[in-house]
């Protein structure tokens, strides 16, 4: 049974890969968000329109209305001039606008597989409409091509080790670029 499950896991892995990766014909075919969610979790939605792509997982057994962790990715079409420390900034503004109370932290900025990268985690204490917690982890790329948002969300005060677990499946979360040597264009471990 263990390798059953397994097996079915690495199907939805690659199936989710390729919706993950896959580009609009529009946009630069080369580039590709890398992202593997965690165990359990199920592609609940996705839409596309000329600008944007996004993506939502949740755990299995949840939906859109009750959730408890959340994971979210966004391609941003062909906007590769925003800077991801002032997509952060307009992001944190517009959460703070939004929800008296929000905290925001800093996790990380700089560099990471030739993009510039920025790693951010906010808290809502009574994000609408639930009323309840919620806390995002979020990672900012800007690609050559496009802009890429993922973001990690738990709807309560995470612990230690769940803080851990959004970390790193940021870290390990890469864009990259088959046009360009060197760049590894594969999922990690």
Known sequence: MPRKASMLRLILLCQLANVLVAAPAHAAEHEKL??????????????????????????????????????????????????????????????????????????????????????WSQTCPHAKPSGRQETNWLKAVRGRDNFYLVQFAYGFEPNAKQIRTARKLLDATKVCDTRVPGQRCKLGR
Request: charged letters at 25%.
């Open 34 to 119: 890398l992202l593997r969610p965690p165990q359990g979790f199920q592609l609940v939605s996705e839409s596309k329109t000329d600008n944007e792509k996004n993506t939502l997982l949740l755990p299995r057994g949840e939906s859109v209305d009750h959730w408890t962790e959340r994971l979210t990715a966004q391609i941003f079409y062909k906007m590769n001039d925003v800077a991801p420390s002032a997509f952060r900034n307009r992001q944190e503004k517009a959460a703070a606008d939004t929800c008296p109370g929000a905290r925001f932290k800093t996790i990380k900025t700089g560099t990471e597989n030739l993009y510039p990268i920025a790693i």
